[in-house]
């Protein structure tokens, strides 16, 4: 398995308070993806990185803000969490010899009440 | 919103191949054919993928038609840790490409 670890793996939070998820690689890849999964849809990509201070949107990021200040470290922060953002995140990397198969961590279980 | 299209659901008998089939109507010529499957609340899997050609590795084979607008997973001998749900996705071959993720097929191995 890729060297993918995310941290917490479970947290239960409140309404209006900040909320930040690491996601930490041991693989020196240059790609970094954040995906949230919720029934129905499936998974949907937040926000990736293709390398220290570079990010850019995926599909459904607002509400979410990102940091890469380190190839390993990937955060992801909600600055202000709502019920709707109850979700499972995935953390994925990509980037060996060349190809795009993405790897997925095993993910982080997030209820805000 | 994904460009794939695969069964809802599908039963296997242990022991037996199970073949999973996906439609990739509005596949490109630079785009590949990605498998990965997702075990209970997991992380996806990577499983396969390929352009053209059929492809094999220790886990599963890879079938693309000729067209390129179908492909079919298979499992030659499905055991009980195979049941998942497993996602086909077509994606081009540059950096950062979104991976979108439909609903998939739950495989369900039966003993």
């Known amino acids: 398995d890729a060297g993918i670890t995310q941290s917490p793996r479970h947290k239960v939070t409140e309404t209006g308070t900040p909320v930040t998820l690491r996601c930490h690689q041991t693989e020196n890849h240059r790609y970094m993806y954040w995906y949230r999964q919720d029934p129905g849809h499936g998974l949907r990509l937040i926000h990736y990185?293709?390398?220290?201070?570079?990010?850019d949107k995926g599909e459904v990021s607002d509400g979410y803000s990102v940091s890469r200040s380190k190839t390993e470290d990937f955060l992801l922060t909600l600055e202000s969490a709502t019920s709707s953002q109850t979700s499972v995140y995935f953390c994925?990397?990509?980037?060996?010899?060349?190809?795009?198969?993405?790897?997925f961590g095993p993910g982080t279980r997030l209820l805000v009440l | 919103d994904a460009k794939t299209t695969q069964p809802p659901s599908m039963d296997c008998a242990e022991g037996r191949a199970a073949n999973l089939p996906c439609n990739h109507s509005t596949i490109s010529g630079n785009e590949y054919v990605y498998w990965y499957r997702q075990i209970h609340s997991q992380g996806p899997q990577y499983i396969i993928h390929?352009?053209?050609n059929n492809e094999t590795n220790e886990m599963a084979s890879l079938i693309i038609t000729e067209d390129r607008k179908s492909s079919t997973l298979i499992l030659p001998h499905a055991t009980l840790r195979d049941t998942a749900v497993y996602y086909c996705?077509?994606?081009?071959?540059?950096?950062?490409?979104?991976?979108?993720f439909g609903p998939g097929t739950r495989l369900s191995v039966l003993p």
């Open positions: 390929g352009l053209k």
């Open positions: 994925a990397i990509s980037g060996i010899q060349g190809r795009e198969t993405q790897y």
């Open positions: 990185s293709y390398g220290v201070k570079d990010t």
């Open positions: 996705i077509d994606t081009a071959d540059n950096y950062g490409q979104n991976f979108v």
